[in-house]
């Protein structure tokens, strides 16, 4: 149970109404009931209050707002709504105790409150610093180091010599340190390079599902403090990806590339090797980055759907690009000679 007075000293709002509402839920303005906490972060959505029947709702303080319930003032209700829904996540711990199916090394170093799930592996000279997590079927690779209070879903594998910071989440699936695209060619065929690097992982970093992280060639792939990365996002070796970096669904990004930090890249970007790109940009979804970026700004290169009739009239003239613009060239070859042609003929009046 948190009351209306306690859900304002947690978000540090102004609250106005009654401080003793009990408040059991979080909800949507259209869903919300007077048990309920909801918010209002954009004014476009402001029609809604009419019917809204919230017992507490987080409104902006900039925004003159006539609601009939409790209110509480703060200056970003988005960012409230987030702290408030740590309250009512129902989420189980993923483990509770050491599970006494799960395989740890006798080198390894377990911290105080470590939490180890069934059949877990926990590799030779392994350290799990206090409070980690460490959920079912989760495998630990030699030396490496998880963070205080850092949570690892059912299905991660992490290589060895990796080191996560402290209270991150790697979700369900992800491999971290797995070998990165290393090969030399020689008449044809491929020589595996070794991958002798490591991945380095900030402070509060949270990865999604089904991720793969490689280790570097020879110097470590690095995720810095606070990126967050979503399901399905391929990193390459030597990557490094500055902090407070946002990567959504399907991201790729090619080896040696260096993503300035508080960057935000849209779903299915892909990024070239070798190349770096200003801090605070903006990629929206599936751009196609292939040179690096010196100066930061908003970058798009994907193209929005249209009708089929219409994309296929334009894919039939993209492919006639070519040939018109050498017509274009051969018709301004001709005009800069017509040009040229009555100064010439003035010239020949003259002698």
Not at 22 to 29: C, G, M, N
Not at 58 to 69: H, K, Q, R
Not at 99 to 115: D, E, M, R
Request: net charge negative.
């Amino acid at each position: 149970m948190i009351t209306a007075r306690d859900i304002s000293v947690l978000v540090g709002g102004e609250l106005r109404g009654n401080p003793d509402r009990v408040i059991t839920a979080l909800s949507t303005l259209e869903q919300a009931e007077a048990h309920c906490v909801s918010f209002l972060a954009d004014k476009k959505y402001r029609s809604l209050l009419d019917t809204c029947k919230a017992g507490l709702l987080l409104v902006p303080t900039n925004l003159d707002i006539a609601y009939v319930g409790d209110t509480i003032r703060v200056d970003d209700p988005y960012l409230a709504f987030a702290q408030v829904s740590a309250v009512f996540d129902p989420e189980p711990p993923v483990a509770e105790g050491v599970h006494t199916s799960a395989q740890i090394a006798p080198s390894a170093t377990l911290g105080l409150g470590v939490q180890i799930g069934a059949n877990t592996v926990v590799g030779p000279d392994v350290v799990l610093h206090d409070g980690v997590c460490l959920a079912a079927n989760v495998t630990l690779g030699a030396r490496t180091q998880i963070g205080e209070a850092t949570i690892i879903y059912p299905g991660v594998t992490i290589y060895h010599d990796v080191r996560v910071g402290k209270r991150c989440r790697i979700h369900a699936g992800t491999v971290i340190g797995s070998h990165g695209f290393g090969y030399a060619n020689n008449q044809g065929n491929w020589h595996k390079i070794a991958q002798i690097g490591g991945v380095v992982i900030g402070d509060d970093v949270e990865i999604g599902a089904n991720c793969a992280i490689d280790r570097g060639a020879i110097e470590d792939t690095r995720i810095e403090q606070g990126v967050k990365i979503d399901n399905l996002v391929h990193i390459a070796h030597n990557v490094t990806i500055g902090a407070h970096t946002a990567l959504a669904g399907q991201v790729g990004i090619s080896g040696s590339t260096d993503i300035g930090h508080h960057t935000m890249v849209g779903g299915q970007s892909g990024f070239a090797g070798h190349i770096k790109t200003a801090p605070s940009s903006v990629f929206t979804g599936q751009s196609m980055v292939t040179g690096s970026v010196p100066e930061s700004g908003m970058y798009s290169s994907g193209t929005g759907i249209m009708p089929s009739k219409d994309w296929r009239k334009m894919v039939a003239r993209m492919r006639n690009l070519d040939a018109l613009h050498r017509r274009v060239q051969q018709l301004e070859k001709q005009l800069e000679r017509q040009a040229a042609q009555p100064a010439k003929d003035n010239n020949d009046l003259a002698d």
